[in-house]
């Protein structure tokens, strides 16, 4: 019997931007940071203008005001594009008597010969590194249960939903409610739901998209005609299919508009959301942000002293997998191979859903000469990327023990610099005279005194610092506290470095340095 999954969201709310970890079994396997200002998300609509057609690329350069033009390839324009291009002309050679959507005649899906001109589009690949965002004129509006593909009438449905008398229940039913020009594809979540539910989702889709179109004979291009949710509660949206345990929100304003935004499509899970109140950081309380510092180095170790080495090119990624201390233990090399190479494909697996690894990725996993254990790492790392939302493929293992693996990349990849600047020598790689830091020490704190007219310092240094400022019966710590007038107490911390120190006032408040 497998193991229950126990599911915490834990959402930091900074001034700049919006952190959300996704913990399964209190290990981090997703991590989105989104900017508070962010422009250009997948899924949202705008209207935009050709720049240049490409007749050898088959595709166009499109202005939807972004520094970099848009790119639209002609595979991308969806079946429906004849009917999308004669609505949008019908509003722009008749401002004022806008066209009802629901009563316009679609025209039949178009073929190989269709031409690109004013258009609206979707983006389905925001901006990464040099490359401006990815279109596509196949519109969707996605909702919890379904999504909503104007100018369509098919009601397609998730292939995840296996028995075929509750997928021909769930198309008879949207079949008959969906209005007029609008198709659906009927999400896995969707599984039993009720008439009432698709009924208010729709209309609501439906109400979204048509208040777009009312705004059209008012606009030009470039132009945002619909936003995509944020990224919160898009992720929300996406993973609700799923039970979660607890979802912790450190922002009063955004803890509300979750919990709402629950209630509206699982009232029973409006409990689970929680406004965190703590003293130190949400991230730092509940373990995140030393998750993150082990996990998004170059050297990630996974399994009893084994360890992962991930490179980044601008053409693929590599992933090298090195046994360790691992083969001490192990008396038999094919078998320390195999179970080392199987803990290291669910890694691998977390590592591409964490950071949001996209497009070719070669793991050089440790030799094996069994086809049998190839084949079951293979099975091993197609169960732990099944898990994984985002499109991917994988192949076997080649005769020279490396797997080839491509995932889809819709966003830029999750990147996160773990390196710290050394406290004591300040990245120089150089640090001065130990025989004169006693007497810069006195004088900041010197300095600190007069400025903050303090009675009480603690100051906190490494524990070999503290012994000597602490050692005698006249210590240097008396002999300062008599000559700057001031009651000093000094701590000794392990984690700081040589000649790292701080300053804190009576009330625990640090003082800068």
């Known amino acids: 019997m497998s193991k229950e999954v126990i599911r915490e969201l834990i959402i930091d709310a900074a001034t700049q931007e919006i952190s959300i970890a996704l913990l399964e079994n209190r290990e981090l396997v997703e991590l989105n940071k989104q900017k508070s200002n962010l422009e250009f998300s997948v899924g949202d609509i705008y209207l935009g203008k050709v720049k240049k057609v490409m007749p050898g690329l088959n595709a166009a350069f499109v202005d939807i005001g972004h520094e970099k033009d848009a790119f639209l390839h002609y595979q991308d324009l969806g079946p429906q594009f004849s009917s999308l291009t004669r609505y949008l002309k019908l509003v722009f050679d008749k401002r004022g008597k806008q066209p009802g959507f629901q009563k316009f005649k679609r025209l039949p899906d178009i073929n190989k010969d269709g031409k690109i001109t004013e258009v609206l589009e979707q983006i389905v690949k925001e901006p990464i590194s040099t490359k401006g965002p990815r279109l596509s004129s196949e519109i969707s509006i996605p909702g919890r249960n379904v999504v909503l593909i104007p100018f369509s009438e098919k009601v397609s449905i998730s292939s995840k939903i296996e028995s075929q008398e509750e997928r021909n229940r769930l198309k008879r039913l949207l079949l008959s409610i969906k209005p007029r020009n609008y198709g659906l594809i009927v999400r896995t979540v969707a599984q039993d739901k009720k008439v009432a539910t698709f009924d208010a989702e729709l209309r609501g889709l439906v109400k979204k ?46 803890f509300h508009e979750i919990r709402d935004y629950i209630s509206t499509i699982a009232p029973e899970k409006a409990k689970i959301v929680k406004l965190y109140h703590g003293r130190s950081t949400i991230f730092e309380h509940f373990g995140i942000d030393k998750k993150i510092k082990a996990l998004f180095g170059t050297t990630v170790s996974f399994k009893n002293g084994a360890y992962l080495i991930i490179e980044h090119t601008e053409a693929l990624h590599v992933i090298d997998v090195n046994s360790g201390n691992r083969s001490r233990t192990v008396s038999d090399q094919a078998t320390n191979a195999l ?142 506290s008599k000559d700057l007038n001031c009651k000093i107490t000094v701590k000794g911390l392990t984690s700081f470095q040589l000649l790292q120190y701080s300053l804190f006032t009576e009330q625990g408040e640090e003082i800068p340095v």
């Open 209 to 254: 998209f048509e208040y777009a179109l009312h705004k059209l004979h008012e606009v030009k291009p470039p132009r945002l005609l619909v936003s995509e949710l944020n990224r919160t509660t898009a992720l929300l949206r996406d993973v609700l299919n799923v039970s979660f345990n607890s979802i912790v929100v450190n922002e009063d304003t955004l």
């Open 339 to 480: 179970e080392t190479n199987l803990s290291a494909a669910d890694e691998i697996a977390r590592q591409l859903r964490l950071r949001d690894m996209g497009g070719i990725i070669v793991v050089d996993f440790i030799d094996m000469n069994s086809q049998e254990h190839k084949q079951m790492l293979y099975n091993r790392m197609k169960e732990a990327m099944s898990k994984d939302p985002t499109k991917h493929n994988i192949l076997t293992v080649s005769k020279f023990g490396l797997m080839q693996i491509t995932r889809q990349r819709v966003r830029p990849e999750m990147n996160i610099d773990v390196t710290e600047k050394c406290p004591t020598c300040r990245g120089s790689g150089n640090i001065g005279p130990s025989m004169v830091f006693p007497d810069e020490l006195k004088n900041k704190i010197r300095d600190r005194l007069e400025e903050y007219k303090l009675k009480k310092l603690e100051l906190h240094v490494h524990p070999f610092i503290e012994a000597y400022l602490n050692k005698g019966w006249n210590s240097l710590r008396k002999q300062w």
